[in-house]
């Protein structure tokens, strides 16, 4: 649930639209009918959902190129791990390569054993094979590392039916004391203080029952800040796309909670809403492809380790 601020305005989201030839994502869902029907931009999500050992935003580039892919690896990996070479005129699959422009990669069905190579293991054979994940310390991870956009995390009391909400603080932001949420050994805590400009709720997990649920609403609140809902710190950071229709902004931030979660193995409410919605509707909202892969992604990356302090 998301509380946008009362200055909401139309024109960030107008610039982001004029923009749009800039992000290769939205330009191509723009371009194209691949993906313009709900059911079928739906399997688009299950693919990438099960997709998990590359990141979102390469599980989508692997299934435009190779919507039949299982299992790529680049050509020394093949070679390196499984004893396999890439066999004659195969089609390199192109995806972004962390710190550096792109790299290519091979399907399982484009190489071939060498002499002596051993069966290939069930992580090449089944790579989708359905995963019952829990969460462990993904949800310390992801509340240490909303230190760093300002986010502050609180805990209420609340009914069965009652879901977090995420909200912006305007006027005079105050400023939190760090501390830690997963007991980092650091001498030095990698924030002494930071100010709020969000607020996050999540129910009361004393019992420590609600790991996954709080998990997967803290996935879905996240989403509404980093896909732009609610404006921005920083432009570079993440996009100001306020103005949104209410079920777009739904829209996108279930499909994020459902892509970070089912690539966990964590079943959670977004499916049923997904499935729901695309039994009543044909076309798709006017989403944006590209803030679901990038925000799936990074809340990824905030999930699994401390990341970095933005810098202005």
């Given at each position: 649930m998301n509380q946008m601020p009362f200055f909401e305005q139309e024109k960030p989201l107008n610039e982001w639209d004029a923009e749009s030839s800039r992000h290769a994502l939205d330009d191509l869902?723009?371009?194209?009918?691949?993906?313009?029907?709900?059911?079928?931009?739906?399997?688009?999500?299950?693919?990438?959902?099960?997709?998990?050992?590359y990141s979102p935003y390469n599980a989508f580039l692997i299934r435009t190129q190779?919507?039949?892919a299982t299992y790529?690896?680049?050509?020394?990996?093949?070679?390196?791990?499984?004893?396999?070479?890439?066999?004659?005129n195969a089609n390199p699959i192109v995806i972004l390569q962390p710190m550096g422009p792109v790299m290519f990669?091979?399907?399982?069905?484009?190489?071939?054993?060498?002499?002596?190579?051993?069966?290939?293991p069930i992580e090449v054979t089944n790579p989708f094979k359905v995963r019952k994940g829990t969460v462990n310390k993904e949800l310390e991870w992801a509340i240490e590392n909303c230190?760093?956009?300002?986010?502050?995390?609180?805990?209420?009391?609340?009914?069965?039916q009652a879901a977090g909400f995420i909200k912006s603080i305007t006027g005079n932001r105050s400023s939190e004391t760090l501390k830690s949420?997963?007991?980092i050994k650091d001498k030095k805590p990698i924030y002494e203080s930071f100010s709020v400009n969000y607020e996050i709720c999540l129910?009361?997990?004393?019992?420590?029952?609600?790991?996954?649920?709080?998990y997967a609403t803290l996935v879905h609140e996240l989403a509404h800040l980093y896909c732009g809902h609610l404006g921005t710190l920083n432009k570079k950071w993440w996009p100001d796309r306020r103005g949104l229709p209410h079920v777009v902004e739904e829209f996108e931030a279930e499909s994020v909670s459902y892509?970070?979660?089912?690539?966990?193995?964590?079943?959670?409410?977004?499916?049923?809403?997904?499935?729901?919605?695309?039994k009543n509707e044909d076309k798709l909202p006017r989403l944006s492809l590209e803030c679901i892969m990038k925000a799936a992604g990074l809340i990824e990356q905030m999930s699994c380790k401390r990341m970095i302090i933005r810098k202005n």
């Open positions: 869902f723009k371009a194209t009918f691949a993906y313009r029907k709900s059911q079928e931009f739906y399997e688009l999500l299950q693919f990438v959902a099960k997709f998990h050992f190779r919507p039949g790529v690896a680049p050509s020394y990996r093949w070679f390196r791990d499984f004893g396999r070479r890439v066999k004659p990669v091979f399907d399982v069905s484009d190489t071939e054993p060498l002499p002596d190579a051993k069966p290939l230190k760093r956009d300002g986010i502050k995390i609180y805990y209420h009391k609340t009914g069965s949420q997963i007991g129910k009361d997990d004393s019992d420590n029952n609600i790991r996954e649920e709080n892509l970070v979660c089912n690539r966990l193995g964590i079943e959670t409410p977004a499916d049923e809403y997904l499935s729901g919605y695309i």
